[in-house]
């Protein structure tokens, strides 16, 4: 079983990213109202995308990327990763900057590195419950 607290995302600040803000832990929080389980529904949405989750695992791993190197990694069209980092920066989950002629992006909320960790934490824990029901 994967244990969050003591897994090591070494990405943080070899990016320059802070860690997510503390905040109080879920057993703690008042239960969510209706108006915040949608906008919940809606980042998880989001992030909802093969290519989505692709993209941003490039950036996490490179720092930051221009549309044509997130093409060439993920064997895409540069115009069909525009639209996907459209996507991502109006949820505010990556910035960018420019230099010239080229646009390089890069993830500026680090709560999205962690929860996609913990989403492939919950994928190769299944994955491995599975197996060993199997077996």
Do not use: W
Not at 89 to 116: H, K, M, Q, T, W
């Amino acid at each position: 079983m994967c244990n969050i607290m003591t897994r090591q995302n070494s990405s943080y600040p070899a990016h320059g990213l802070a860690r997510c803000r503390p905040k109080p832990r879920l057993a703690e929080r008042p239960l969510l109202a209706l108006e915040a389980a949608a906008a919940l529904v809606g980042v998880y949405e989001t992030l909802a995308s093969d290519t989505r989750l692709r993209i941003l695992h490039a950036l996490v791993r490179s720092g930051e990327a221009c549309p044509m190197d997130l093409a060439g990694q993920l064997g895409m069209k540069p115009a069909a990763i525009s639209n996907q980092l459209q996507r991502l920066a109006d949820r505010s989950i990556i910035g960018s900057r420019r230099e010239g002629n080229r646009v390089f992006y890069r993830i500026v909320d680090p709560c999205v590195i962690e929860l996609i960790d913990r989403g492939l934490c919950l994928l190769e824990d299944s994955t491995a419950a599975r197996t060993a029901a199997i077996a």
